[in-house]
């Protein structure tokens, strides 16, 4: 079996994960819910303008920074963002220990030197 198609047979193998399914369903219910996804899409429209100011050497206006903030604080006690957000950390986390166990497999002896 090639490298290639081993990969594949991981990526399978990850769909099945309790993380990944996790991930799954709280993005639908994500998408279902229309005042997550605006308050999402609201924020990083925020961010862009933000970053994109910066990147300009211009400070965000203090309105900026109050949308940004107020909208953060909305964010923070949606329960269907929090459950996407805590199901995002736990699928990367996940993911941190799979990319570490290739590692090993890759390079074992230097995990013996750490």
Do not use: C, H, W
Request: proline share 2%; charged share 30%; hydrophobic share 30%.
């Amino acid at each position: 079996m090639s490298v290639i198609e081993k990969a594949k047979e991981l990526g399978q193998e990850i769909r099945k994960t309790e993380e990944y399914q996790e991930l799954e369903r709280v993005s639908e219910n994500m998408q279902d819910d229309s005042e997550a996804s605006q308050m999402i899409k609201e924020i990083q429209e925020l961010q862009q303008q933000i970053q994109f100011a910066q990147q300009s050497g211009v400070q965000p206006s203090e309105e900026q920074i109050q949308q940004f903030n107020d909208l953060k604080s909305k964010m923070d006690t949606n329960l269907t963002i929090q459950a996407y957000a805590r199901a995002q950390n736990e699928f990367s986390e996940f993911m941190q220990k799979v990319n570490s166990s290739i590692s090993e497999g890759i390079n074992p002896d230097a995990q013996k030197e750490t």
